[in-house]
């Protein structure tokens, strides 16, 4: 068994994260646990830190949680992406305060129920917060499993091998702590470029290891080039006011504050501008890449007299308080763009 000397190994090296318990003490409040997973969803350790302490000082349960306004918690979330997370976010801290008193079910099976939970994230919070022996599998557990039984199949379709593998390897014994274990094993050691097998306090387990060839696991299948798109957003100013829009209930970036734009295609038009105006284009366009696609974002600048209006529903935000609207990364390059707009002389 690889649990000894992983915890072993663990009670000494374990990282110092916000929202864990040292190891051996007592689990850490689920709360925290579900907080940090959903945000360490397609999110890094780095990045997620200061935004769970922004998070935890600001809505310290998840009842104060639960009575977040919508727009608050979006804006508060802006940055992190992937923004269908903070709407189960809400709807999970809701849900468990309306059916739950207040209290996270303690196991997988009732965790999944909730919004926004699935299997990994239910796996987690049962053993990170309720100690109870799930079989945890994310990104970095996946890698070190890989190459423990040196599995040949590519990935995605090694995925039930991987988790049978884990659940023979899930201790009853720490849970919680073994499971955070392998996880800083994968982030710290068994890393996915030049692991450091020299020092794994699991080398002599690894069949991986054994054969020299550690970094040629997990096996990956070729990737599929995504679809590229191209698409304008519109930078209308006024009085020193800028428009924003909310972004539609549903899809991408769906209810945040936003930049109008045109439709997103192979042949962007500037005929889906909200208003007719003299327009710039900026440069360079912002790139930004979405789960199932790539974009190129060109900034359209145009300035409009006093009291000229816009078709549709937005809103003037002041320039100088756009950092508190809360947009998304993408319309904070397009933002960072249109400052330094003075620079740019293509005209359209």
């Known amino acids: 068994m690889i649990a000894d000397p992983l915890l072993a190994w663990y009670d000494r090296h374990a990282r110092r994260l916000p929202w864990r318990s040292p190891p051996g003490a007592p689990p850490p409040d689920p709360y925290r646990v579900w907080l940090s997973e959903i945000m360490l969803q397609q999110t890094t350790v780095a990045a997620a830190g200061p935004y769970f302490d922004r998070f935890v000082a ?44 207040g209290r996270f079910p303690t196991t997988e099976a009732e965790l999944r129920q909730l919004p926004g939970i699935g299997a990994y994230t239910a796996a987690a919070i049962a053993a990170i917060a309720f100690g109870r022996p799930a079989v945890v599998v994310d990104g970095n557990v996946e890698r070190v499993i ?31 702590d073994y499971a955070q274990a392998l996880m800083d094993l994968g982030a710290t050691i068994c890393t996915p470029r030049a692991p450091a097998c020299a020092i794994c306090p699991l080398r002599s387990h690894c069949a991986a290891a054994a054969i020299g060839a550690a970094a040629d696991f997990p096996r990956k299948a070729a990737k599929r080039p995504k679809p590229h798109r191209r698409g304008f957003a519109f930078w209308i100013e006024r009085c020193g006011a800028v428009f924003l829009v909310r972004r539609p209930a549903r899809g991408l970036l769906a209810g945040m504050r936003a930049l109008p734009v ?52 937005g809103e003037w935000w002041p320039i100088e308080r756009l950092a508190e609207a809360g947009l998304p990364t993408l319309f904070v390059k397009a933002a960072e763009v249109a400052g330094r707009r003075d620079d740019d002389r293509t005209a359209a």
């Not at 990935?155 to 849970?175: D, Q, V």
């Open 58 to 101: 600001r809505w310290p349960t998840v009842a104060a949680l639960a009575a977040a306004p919508d727009a608050e918690l979006m804006a508060a979330w802006a940055g992190l992406g992937y923004y269908a997370r903070a709407r189960n976010l809400l709807a999970c801290a809701r849900l468990i305060v309306a059916a739950h008193g």
């Open 146 to 176: 890989a190459r423990l039984a040196a599995i040949d199949t590519p990935l995605p379709a090694a995925k039930p091998r991987i988790h049978a593998e884990a659940a023979a390897r899930t201790p009853a014994a720490r849970p919680g």
């Open 262 to 313: 045109s439709a997103w295609s192979d042949a962007p038009s500037l005929g889906d501008a909200p208003v007719a105006a003299r327009w710039r284009l900026l440069t360079p366009p912002v790139r930004h890449v979405f789960t199932h696609f790539s974009l190129d974002l060109t900034v359209a600048a145009g300035t409009l007299p006093p009291g000229r209006e816009v078709a549709g529903h």
